[in-house]
């Protein structure tokens, strides 16, 4: 299950946020007196009680003005508005209630979603100051004091947003369940796999691209195994993006990446690569998620003995940047190869779940080191202490050395080679987190 989803939304310069900055614990959004300066969404973890969620900053609303950038930061916040279980309303003490904040308020009443109001900047220590109550006046309920720059009032904040959250929403999910996004270019087959692998009518399809616009979850048994298959909007570049329901969608979907075990991409094999495949691929490769290359409509291309072979060595060479992806060729209309593809999404979730032990580990590293020597510069060579796992789904590993700005990343990519050649880890990215510690003679 995909974790909640909180906005932050209120008109501009109310302190957004420095708000969000404090709730996800780290400064993601840039946070200056000038209005405007926050403008697309922006998403950060965030936990409270031992609980999770999604936290998203919004830019300010204005609900009447005619600048283009105001305009589009308003859609922003609109989209965030939609993808959210609850909304904290975010004004501003010291400026009162406004005519902006009645008409922002009774645009988010009309979303029907629980919202919690925030009045920001109460930065006094002390009994509330008389204006505090003006803010009952917009009818939202209890408003809640905080200081986004202090911290003051955001544990009761968190306490009332969690009220509108149900427990369910926090459920572990069933381990034995391997969650697959299927992802893709508009009408690259994705919800005819989804309708192949369950044996029935379960989505729309349609050679009209965008006709899947949220994210749709299947679950299928298979040989014992249980997939929860996703199907997703198409991606579509940037600037082809007009319509609003399309980016809610598109957004839908990269959140379906980010709770997927594995994403099988998909591949138009009558159009072959694109620059918009790779960017779609990226999505996986930043998450770290394990990642299938589907090539689909296969039955629709002509073909000779050499056909798959010189395709299979052309997509090698588009799909550089994540080689360690199996490729599969399939038809979703005919179901050719869709039995494979379940031993393969099985296969790569099991390699990204891998542990390897420290022992193994560094004896692959004595071999590698002693084989191409670490690299030195200025007299001072690389010098790798011990290697060990902190963590799956991506494979991550945790090198010591005696200095960090030494492990250059051709190394790192070879010493990764080396892992991969003796444990196979086929299917998943690997990732390396370099630790600086002194040289044990100093």
Known sequence: MAKPVVAVVGRPNVGKSTLFNKLVGQRISIVDDTPGVTRDRIFGNAEW??????????????????DIILKKMKAQAELA????????????????????????AAMLQKSGKPIVLCVN????????????YEFYNLGL?????????????????????????????????????????????????KSSLINAVTGEERVIVSDV????????????????????FTDTAGIRRKSK??????????????????????????????????????????????????????????????????????????????????PYA????????????????FELIKFVHTQSTMRISTGMLNDVLAEATARVQPPSDKGKRLKIFYMTQASTKPPTFVCFCNREELFHFSYQRYLENQIRSTFGLEGTPVRFIIRERGDRKA
């Open 326 to 341: 199996p490729i599969i060729f399939i038809s979703a209309k005919t179901g050719q190869r869709t039995d494979r593809l």
């Open 241 to 322: 993006i007009d319509d609003q329901i399309e980016k809610y969608s598109v957004m839908r979907a990269k959140m379906a990446v980010e709770r997927a075990d594995v994403c099988v991409i998909m591949i138009d094999a009558t159009e072959g690569f694109t620059e918009q495949d790779s960017k779609v691929a990226g999505l996986s490769v930043e998450a770290g998620k394990a990642a299938i290359i589907a090539v689909n409509k296969w039955d629709l291309v002509e073909k000779d003995g050499k056909t798959m072979d010189t395709m299979r060595k052309q997509l090698m060479q588009d799909f550089s940047f994540m």
């Open 49 to 66: 009680c031992g609980k999770d969620f999604l936290l998203i900053d919004t830019g300010g609303i204005e609900p009447k003005t005619d």
């Open 81 to 104: 508005i939609d993808t959210a279980e609850v909304i904290i309303f975010v004004t501003d003490l010291k400026s009162g209630v406004t005519a902006s904040d009645r008409e922002v």
């Open 141 to 189: 309920g209890d408003p809640i004091a905080v200081s986004g720059v202090h911290g003051h009032g955001t544990g009761d904040l968190l306490e009332e947003v969690f009220k509108h959250i149900p427990e369910s929403a926090f459920e572990e999910e069933d381990e034995d369940i391997i969650n697959v996004a299927v992802i893709g270019k508009p009408n690259a087959g």
């Open 121 to 132: 900047k109460c930065d006094r220590p002390g009994g509330l100051p008389m204006e505090f």
């Open 209 to 228: 691209a965008g006709t899947t616009r949220d994210a749709i979850d299947t679950l299928v048994t298979v040989g014992g195994q249980k997939f929860n």
